[in-house]
């Protein structure tokens, strides 16, 4: 019996997982790699650290499954999007720290480009704000502040990826520099229609064509890994919520699903079709497959797990992720306190890169189980906006909302999210959606998965959390919310 391998490299921890013909998981390891916060509103990773972290975490999931690289038919990779590495050719040594898609530190360059009149064009091409979310500026800064950098990538010595890109080079010992339609457009650089890298955006950013990856479909075998000795085809690649978008077997016009990670993103299927935005969403390849591209919506959300890990590592007041619930579901209610945790400036729908976290509504009465319910809520409430503005956008009401991510687990906050949306919310078996949506995108491609209706028959349902508060009460605590966040922006 054969299996695939899906490789799930994110913002907080490097994963790699085993799944068989039913989409069930056969072996999982997992290893945390360092964060870096050189400044405030910076953040870094050391890409020789995700390296080794992923490639560590394949030798264990391969072990904890019991079987060999021979056993794998094939090899998906996902990963945290917009993530900005830049490395040499010759030597595959990166020329700096990894940007993370959280770091803020072009919102200044975004700004003046927005001040010259040039939003519109990023807009129509790419679907995407100018927000220092995105690689191109990040990339830009890169060129601009590395010593020497921008002269040896115009010579063609170095190498820009996100991190599918990072992987790929390094699993094919620095043979292959590709990276797939759905992590292409997230950079600012690429025109979503016409699927190719745009020159007069590339001139905007000053970046040369030469650094570039050559975009691949994301189902598809685009090279060859060596793991252990033998050769494994790469043949799946798509950006983190992409791949959730698939392994949620949303494959319809109309269907949604939000990943609950350190950031929160819902993402809306809108087909062969890419819908402008009116709400401040963006648009975005969902992936490339079969020769065609398929579109979505989506609201990004810059912190949700995230603001459990400051509850745990900065402020302390849980030991682990799993007490938040306990503590949240002490108190019945928020006791009035709001906590907006714009850690990194607000996304979706506000993309407010000067908003900062703040807590509103505290008295001598509050507890820490206030801070963690408003802790928890603030991802719902983040979320509501999101599906609001995108309701608004497409014009239809959604009937439910399928959700993954490690957030899922919590029982309060996926009823509380119910509870604010009006419409159902339903978890599935396998929670790993993102990992299993780079497994199906390769073993679509290498005949694993004979096609999509396989992918749908093995989406299975976990739990349906029902709508149980009234529409007044949802509206009351929203109006709250909203006072918060608008308190909160442009403090920096």
């Known amino acids: 019996m054969s299996f695939v391998l899906a490789l799930d490299q994110g913002t907080t921890s490097s994963r790699a997982i085993v799944f068989d013909h039913a989409g069930a998981i056969r072996g999982v390891a997992q290893k945390e790699f360092r964060q870096i916060f050189p400044q405030p509103g910076w953040v870094e990773h050391d890409p020789t650290d995700i390296w080794a972290t992923q490639l560590g975490v394949v030798a264990e999931a391969l072990a904890s499954a019991g079987i060999g690289t021979r056993d794998l038919a094939a090899l998906g990779i996902t990963n945290q999007r917009e993530t900005t590495l830049l490395w040499e050719r010759a030597s595959g040594k990166p020329v700096a720290n990894a940007i993370v898609w959280q770091d803020r530190r072009t919102a200044a360059t975004c700004d003046q480009l927005r001040a010259a009149g040039h939003e519109p064009l990023f807009r129509s091409k790419t679907g995407l704000v100018l927000d220092a979310y995105f690689s191109g500026t990040k990339l830009k800064w890169l060129l601009d502040n590395v010593s020497g950098a921008r002269e040896r990538a115009m010579r063609g010595e170095l190498a820009f990826g996100t991190v599918d890109s990072w992987l790929i080079w390094n699993l094919t010992g620095g043979a292959v520099h590709v990276t797939d339609a759905s992590n292409a457009s997230r950079t600012l650089l690429f025109d979503i229609h016409r699927g190719d890298w745009d020159d007069e955006l590339l001139a905007l950013l000053d970046v040369p064509r030469a650094v570039l990856p050559t975009v691949v479909a994301s189902s598809g075998v685009c090279a060859d890994a060596t793991i252990a000795g033998a050769s494994v085809p790469i043949a799946g690649i798509a950006g983190d919520q992409q791949a959730a978008l698939f392994g949620q077997a949303c494959l319809e016009r109309g269907m949604a699903k939000n990943t609950y990670g350190t ?230």
């Open 263 to 492: 950031g929160c993103f819902l993402l809306l299927n809108t087909g062969a079709g890419a819908v402008p935005s009116s709400h401040h969403l963006i648009s975005t390849i969902a992936w490339k497959r079969d020769g065609r591209i398929d579109y979505a919506l989506e609201g990004s959300v810059f912190i949700a797990g995230a603001v459990v890990q400051w509850l745990r590592d900065g402020l302390k007041i849980i030991r682990n992720a799993a007490e938040i619930e306990a503590l949240a579901a002490s108190v019945p209610d928020n006791g009035g306190v709001y906590l907006v945790p714009a850690f990194a400036g607000l996304g979706a729908p506000h993309w407010d890169a000067y908003a900062r976290g703040a807590m509103f509504g505290l008295t001598r009465g509050s507890t820490s189980a206030h801070i963690a319910r408003a802790a928890l809520e603030s991802i719902a409430y983040q979320s509501a906006e999101v599906l609001r503005a995108m309701q608004g956008d497409a014009r239809l009401a959604l009937a439910e909302l399928r959700v993954d991510g490690g957030a899922t687990a919590n029982n309060l906050l996926m009823q509380f999210q119910a509870d604010l949306l009006g419409v159902p919310v339903v978890r599935p078996k396998v929670q790993e959606t993102t990992a299993l949506g780079a497994a199906y995108l390769a073993g679509l491609a290498v005949g694993y998965w004979k096609n999509t209706d396989d992918i749908r028959a093995n989406w299975r349902v976990d739990r349906h959390f029902e709508p149980a508060m009234t529409r007044e009460r949802a509206a009351e605590l929203t109006a709250g919310w909203d006072k918060a966040v608008k308190r909160a922006k442009g403090w920096a």
